[in-house]
């Protein structure tokens, strides 16, 4: 068995700002506990399971270099405009994926930082 995927850090130069815009978009929960002295913890509403992922090629243009994590979401557009209205922006519009595998697109948060959603 490989090593699975389980955890994921937001880096932010303002946490305030970071905390606000995921919980706002993807409706997560975040709390602060004192002892661990200003990180924030993150409840997804996830079940605990293993994630996936893949090794992709960086693009002149497109996706640079660096580590990508995909968000289920409902509906790419929506969730795109809401991004848009909480001071991120669209990074690559939505496309279709072969086959029966859904759609994704990648959005930029507030500092720039790329995040995928999977619908």
């Known amino acids: ?10 880096v932010s130069a303002d946490p305030g700002r970071a905390r606000d815009f995921y919980t706002q978009l993807f409706d997560w929960t975040a709390a ?10 993150v409840d997804t509403g996830a079940p605990a399971v293993e ?10 243009g497109g996706m640079p270099p660096g580590i990508l994590m995909y968000v ?3 509906d790419l557009d929506a969730t795109l405009s809401k991004a848009a209205a909480l001071g991120g922006s669209t990074v690559r519009a939505p496309l279709q994926l072969p086959g029966d595998n859904g759609s994704i697109a990648v959005l930029a948060d507030p ?7 999977w619908a």
């Open 111 to 117: 500092e720039g930082h790329a995040v995928g959603l």
């Open 32 to 41: 602060a506990p004192p002892e661990l002295g200003g990180y924030t913890l």
């Open 1 to 10: 068995m490989g090593s699975p995927v389980m955890w994921f850090d937001i």
């Open 51 to 60: 994630v996936g992922g893949g090794i992709a090629v960086a693009q002149d």
């Open 72 to 74: 289920r979401v409902e």
